[in-house]
């Protein structure tokens, strides 16, 4: 295979990048939008508040829309907004056709659905089809009715172990600690059956044997459709089906794999008849035009099988938790791309990458620690060893900056723009993620990476709402990284993101080639070609010479404050720092490998 054929650029408008190169992936000429989107995460509750009750509202997103507009993303996906009693930030939907309240109406929805088509923005939103919340109407009917009845068949219902039915049909775990079975108080005040539910006990799941749930969301795919959605993030899409006869499971929980319990044997994920509902789903979204996508978020494993779902005829997308995982660990994160890129090759899809969400540390916090961070998934605390910040915005920055140079599409979450930490400093009395109370507070959930953001550095709220206190507090450093304040500074964290989107879409990255320049892949460097560009990370302590090249960007941001423009350095005589990324325009002296 040679190196993709735009490396022809003339040599004395570039550095001459001689060596071997090992080609993983060519550029993708196949039409999609999403094959190489940059999709923006918006967490509702925690984006805007325009009302003033503390919590983020549907107004707000579309107040502030203009502002990721100038970022030059394609896309948002929001994060449940349905009617939902709260009980896990709106993951627990009682109504799929509706909005909350807490967030607005109907109206609100399709003004901010204008607003977007006006900026030229996709809609995606959240989909949660494994399960609803105890509040759903369904699930009030199929407490009301008998064992066997078609209203319980709408879940996955069982009667008990032991001799008076006491103990739980099976040994699951919740997501979330402790059992995944409650047991019910039947209509005639009797202790009755169990209920699964894989998270909370306020979440149920639903039973997807049963033909009248299929129907169910086919129904609420095509309200949200004809509302001018360009497509759905599906929540946990490989939990719906179970194995049948429910077997018991000894392993994780999430299903990773362990000593003894590979994933891929997980009775309550990634089960074959998976794949019938997805192709149906596809065949439904296609009925709209070839614009409508769907985005899996499926944690299997290993990473090749993550190809299964996105065959043709399946998902769009399918997020990449490997790469997520992977830190910066240079030789970890060869693996995965190489690996992600080899896999979904070969069935035509192309990769997304991430590194932040509304589940996890944010990565501006996880890179702030040398190693792991403590607790890393479920939060940090104030009594945990404590982030080096400015550290872990140095580093994500430059993590941020190799990302985005990878062929494929790339998620970015609300806020990491700014370089925003997570909130470490919560009270126990205002946390609110489920897995805090679940677990006695061994665990203390999601919390950290939900704070509300910082818009307007001497507004109350920092700008997120001019009313009541936000739901979770912020930290005090939110104020010195409010939005007005960094889009004043053109060293700031947020402008090196508006740069570093710029660049990506002007030199084509997201559609490009990728081949590993391996004089420059060490045990603490990765470095490889995507077109023209040269983009290579130092994770090491020490500095290193840079190759000839010219400098588009850097991750560090001195030359900013020196006064002087990015293309003005050149590369040849320079070094890259510890924790730092840069983008340079090479030339290839043997276009074939």
Request: charged share 20%.
């Amino acid at each position: 295979m040679s190196v993709d054929s735009a490396l022809t650029l003339p040599a004395e408008l570039a550095g001459t990048l001689a060596g071997p190169l090992t080609p993983v992936h060519a550029a993708d000429h196949l039409p999609g939008w999403w094959r190489s989107a940059v999709i923006y995460q918006v967490y509702p509750r925690s984006f805007r508040d325009l009302n003033g009750d503390g919590i983020g509202d549907l107004a707000g997103i579309t107040a502030e829309l203009p502002k990721l507009a100038e970022l030059d993303i394609d896309a948002v996906w929001l994060s449940p907004f349905y009617r939902s009693p709260q009980r896990d930030a709106g993951y627990d939907v009682s109504d799929y056709c509706d909005v909350d309240p807490l967030f607005g109406t109907l109206a609100d929805f399709d003004a901010m659905m204008a607003e977007a088509t006006r900026l030229g923005l996709r809609l995606i939103v959240d989909l949660v089809p494994n399960h609803c919340s105890d509040q759903h109407v369904a699930f009030r009917a199929a407490l009301a009715a008998p064992a066997g009845s078609p209203e319980r068949d709408m879940f996955i219902f069982r009667d008990g172990q032991g001799q008076f039915g006491e103990e739980p049909p099976n040994n699951w775990e919740s997501h979330f600690g402790g059992p995944a079975w409650t047991r019910i108080t039947e209509p005639d005040g009797t202790p009755g059956q169990w209920y699964l539910h894989l998270f909370d006990t306020s979440q149920p799941d639903f039973n997807w044997d049963n033909d009248a749930v299929h129907e169910e969301f086919e129904r609420v795919l095509r309200f949200w459709l004809d509302r001018g959605v360009s497509g759905f993030r599906v929540d946990v899409a490989h939990a719906l089906v179970k194995a049948p006869g429910l077997p018991a499971w000894g392993g994780r929980a999430d299903g990773n794999s362990c000593d003894g319990f590979p994933g891929h044997d997980a009775p309550m994920f990634g089960q074959p008849a998976l794949h019938d509902i997805y192709r149906k789903w596809r065949r439904i979204l296609a009925e709209y035009g070839p614009d409508r996508i769907l985005c899996a978020e499926a944690n299997v494993d290993p990473l090749p099988r993550l190809a299964d779902w996105v065959r043709p005829d399946e998902m769009h997308q399918a997020f990449n938790f490997p790469y997520l995982h992977a830190g910066l660990d240079v030789h970890r994160m060869r693996g995965v791309i190489t690996e992600s890129l080899t896999a979904l090759d070969s069935v035509g899809a192309p990769s997304t990458w991430v590194l932040s969400n509304h589940d996890v540390v944010r990565h501006a916090t996880r890179f702030g620690y040398d190693g792991h961070a403590p607790c890393d998934g479920d939060g940090i605390g104030s009594f945990d060893p404590q982030p080096d910040e400015a550290l872990g915005r140095s580093r994500a920055a430059a993590a941020s900056m190799f990302m985005l140079g990878l062929p494929g599409g790339a998620y970015l979450y609300q806020g990491e723009e700014l370089g925003l930490p997570d909130g470490i400093d919560i009270p126990d009395n205002q946390r609110q993620d489920p897995t805090f109370a679940r677990t006695g507070g061994e665990r203390l959930g999601r919390d950290g990476c939900r704070v509300p953001l910082p818009w307007r550095a001497a507004e109350l709220h920092t700008g997120f709402g001019n009313g009541a206190a936000p739901w979770l507090p912020q930290p005090a450093s939110f104020a010195g990284l409010a939005r007005d304040v960094q889009a004043a500074s053109p060293s700031s964290h947020l402008n090196l993101y508006r740069r570093m989107l710029a660049a990506r879409r002007e030199l084509g990255l997201g559609q490009g080639s990728l081949a590993w320049a391996e004089d420059w892949c060490t045990d603490t460097c990765l470095a490889y070609v995507n077109g023209t560009t040269l983009v290579l990370l130092n994770a090491g302590r020490e500095t290193v010479e840079l190759p000839p090249g010219r400098v588009l960007l850097r991750s560090s941001q001195g030359y900013a404050e020196a006064g002087l423009e990015s293309s003005e350095l050149p590369c040849s005589g320079h070094r890259l720092g510890s924790g730092e990324t840069v983008w340079l325009e090479i030339y290839i002296e043997d276009a074939e490998s």
